[in-house]
């Protein structure tokens, strides 16, 4: 069965503060391992998608990355519109459905 | 790109009742689309898998005789909540696939609040 773990539960930055988030999977043959963003009382909003160890992504302030066995969500310099929650997501790639197992996500606030 | 709107945005209905939600992918065509619901504090839990054209698939646990789900087009799927009742409060999100590099990205609704008084 697939399992995302991620960690911290809750993140406090100050402005300007970088600091990263982890994500932990176990999956049988990764297809691909998503990242999203979801606002209180909105739906989650697509980030990236990481296919292969080594891979890196980058949207403005956030930087992820993929190793084998985990991936890290990189906030530099974060603002305060940057709090929100961080989900991270893997899809199997054995399975024909292309269902998303999801992490419990990170709570990021960010203080001005 | 990638836009999914949800219908209502909320809603509140009396208990015994039927409500109805509808997903719809505004700029891309969708085969497969994803029904999932969230309680307050907590991830997203999948409740079923939407394909067009054919009957959804449950997730364990999940009644399909009281979740009722309709995709009779690439662009739109439905949720009807039957005989809703208080514990079936919650917030409802779906989401539409649309094939990536490698694989299948999921792109989310705003999400619809459902409150059974």
Not at chain 1, 11 to 38: A, I, K, M, P
Not at chain 1, 70 to 95: M, N, R, W
């Amino acid at each position: 069965e697939d399992q995302v773990t991620q960690s911290p539960e809750a993140l406090r930055l100050q402005e300007g503060e970088s600091s990263s988030l982890n994500c932990s999977y176990t999956v049988s043959g990764l297809r691909g391992l998503f990242w999203y963003r979801q606002d209180p009382g909105k739906g989650p909003e697509f980030l990236f998608t990481l296919y292969s160890a080594g891979e890196e992504k980058e949207k403005e302030r956030l930087k992820a990355t993929l190793t084998k066995k985990e991936s890290f969500l990189h906030i530099t310099a974060p603002k305060p519109e940057d709090s929100a929650t961080y989900l991270c997501a893997v899809q199997q790639g054995a399975s024909n459905d292309y269902k998303l197992s999801f992490g419990a996500g990170t709570t990021v606030t960010v203080r001005a | 790109g990638a836009v999914v709107s949800q219908h209502p945005s909320w809603v509140i209905c009396k208990s015994g009742t039927s409500v109805k939600i509808e997903c719809r992918s505004l700029d891309f065509q969708a085969t497969t689309m994803f029904w999932y619901r969230q309680f307050p504090k907590q991830s997203l839990m999948l409740m079923a898998t939407s394909n067009e054209g054919s009957k959804a698939t449950y997730e364990q646990g999940v009644e399909k005789d009281k979740f009722l789900i309709n995709h009779a087009s690439l662009t739109l799927s439905t949720l009807t909540v039957t005989s809703a009742h208080p514990e079936d409060s919650s917030f409802y999100i779906c989401s539409a696939s649309r094939r990536a590099v490698q694989s299948y990205e999921q792109y989310f609704g705003p999400g619809t609040r459902l409150t059974v008084t």
